[in-house]
């Protein structure tokens, strides 16, 4: 057999996932799993049985349509309109996908060539990297620095070069929590549109934003023919495991992605997408119970973290927390300290390290999912005190 790898040269580094390891570890020991971002309760029960609703009606057991059933896209578009002001055709301005990962990977996919560079911020969910190997595109990161986290403009004036084909940006942020303003906002498109830039623009967290507010960037001017916008239902209505996404922009670049998006899964999640057009049409009410019910978690978890002795950098949107253990334990990098959590205290956690192209940036900090149910935060918070402050 050839000396040749057998895994594509790209893909070198992006074998198994942190999260798939993390997971695995707080299985073989019993611990609490605040590594991974997914509920520990499902979503609201009116929209589980829609799902059921749809699978004994029939509905979606066969292929659906390409682009998604048409009362999803229909929601979605509706959706756009009721929270952001947004005009979006369902038959040529929406996509439906396999979650936002999947449509992610298929506009990266569609939009770039090899050696076409992509500024994204640093630290990035792993799946931006590998999606810009397969496509052939060189990453360039653009490092978000703790206490705040906020995009350096200047810098990323500065890393535009003539190959830069796009800009990969993630507001609310994972794993910080960094939620772009609109003056910021602001400055990213005009630097989109004074230097013809794309943009993909990855807002699952959209609902989740507790100090500011989320403006989608393909809601400012001269964006809405250069964005491709991507959100997904499974953060939103807590049902991560359905896997249902969408992307809205121009006609162009929609079907720039729903040519490369019919290669990879071609259709997904039948039943599940009538379901979820039933969720989006759910009223405010819902919306602002779940903001303010996780609110109450991250504060809660955020405390409990602050007593164990971790720096705790408070998110202003998403699932997570960010940390730093540098005074909690000066002589252990974040990778090392996750990996030996479990069997300390009991508890999983992610090292953001992970999420670097600069290890050394993030080397100390440590993220924790607080989407769980309360008494759950309480327990882990509490076995985290007794292993670090006796």
């Excluded at 230097?195 to 809405?224: A, C, K, N, Q, W």
Aim: net charge negative.
């Amino acid at each position: 057999m050839s000396d040749r790898p057998l895994l594509n040269r790209g893909l070198h580094g992006l074998g198994t996932t942190i999260f798939a390891e993390m997971s695995a570890l707080a299985v073989a020991t019993g611990a609490i799993n605040l590594g991974q971002g997914f509920p520990d309760t499902d979503g609201p029960e009116a929209v589980r049985e829609a799902a059921v609703r749809a699978l004994r009606d029939g509905r979606g057991n066969q292929y659906p349509p390409g682009p998604g059933v048409p009362e999803l896209r229909v929601a979605v578009a509706d959706h756009q309109r009721r929270f952001y002001g947004l005009d979006f055709d369902p038959d040529t301005e929406v996509l439906v996908t396999a979650g936002a990962t999947e449509a992610i990977a298929a506009a990266l996919l569609a939009l770039l060539e090899p050696g076409d560079e992509v500024i994204a911020f640093e630290p990035f969910y792993d799946s931006y990297a590998a999606g810009i190997a397969m496509a052939g595109g060189v990453r360039v990161p653009l490092t978000l620095r703790a206490p705040d986290f906020r995009p350096d403009l200047d810098a990323l004036r500065d890393a535009i070069t003539p190959r830069t084909r796009l800009l990969l940006l993630n507001s609310p942020h994972n794993p910080t929590g960094m939620v772009l303003t609109p003056a910021e906002l602001t400055a990213i498109a005009e630097l989109a549109v004074e230097r013809d830039l794309l943009v993909v623009t990855d807002e699952v967290y959209e609902h989740l934003v507790f100090d500011g507010e989320h403006v989608p960037l393909i809601s400012l001017p001269g964006m809405r023919d250069r964005t491709v916008s991507i959100s997904s239902a499974g953060k939103t209505f807590s049902f991560t495991g359905w896997k249902v996404g969408w992307v809205t922009g121009s006609p162009e670049l929609v079907a720039a992605v729903r040519t490369t998006k019919q290669f990879l899964t071609y259709v997904a999640s039948g039943p599940f997408q009538y379901a979820i057009a039933e969720a989006l049409a759910l009223p405010d009410t819902y919306y602002d119970a779940f903001r303010d019910d996780l609110r109450t978690k991250r504060d809660l978890l955020a405390a409990g973290l602050t007593d164990a002795g971790f720096r705790v950098f408070t998110p202003q949107g998403t699932y997570f927390i960010t940390t730093d253990i540098a005074d909690l334990a000066p002589d252990t990098d974040a990778l090392t300290f996750c990996r030996t959590l479990p069997q300390r205290a009991g508890v999983v956690a992610v090292p953001n390290s992970v999420f670097y192209d600069h290890p050394t940036t993030g080397h100390t900090q440590v993220r924790f999912a607080f989407c769980k149910r309360e008494n759950v935060l309480t327990e882990a918070a509490s076995r985290l005190r007794k292993a670090f402050n006796g």
